[in-house]
């Protein structure tokens, strides 16, 4: 995904704001395209929830990753024993 990979780069080059940015521009669009409890859209919760708990947002980020937790279990596609549900 475009905006993923973009916001992975900006994470990574320290660009935190941009990267939350982009985030949340995909969390906007992944759901009405690929569904509110598909893969991706579940994916992009999950990262900013882990970019926000590194900018030191936990009380925000703490929510959205419990959120991402409970989708990915009960999604058909990934389920209690996926790996991003263990892991």
Known sequence: NGLSGLAGLLWRDGRLAEAE???REG???APEVFGRDAPLTIQYRADMANLLAEMGRRAEATPLLRESL???R???R???SHGATLL
């Open 78 to 80: 990934m389920g209690p």
């Open 70 to 72: 409970r989708a990915a």
């Open 27 to 29: 969390m906007g669009l």
């Open 74 to 76: 009960a999604s058909p």
């Open 21 to 23: 940015a982009t985030l």
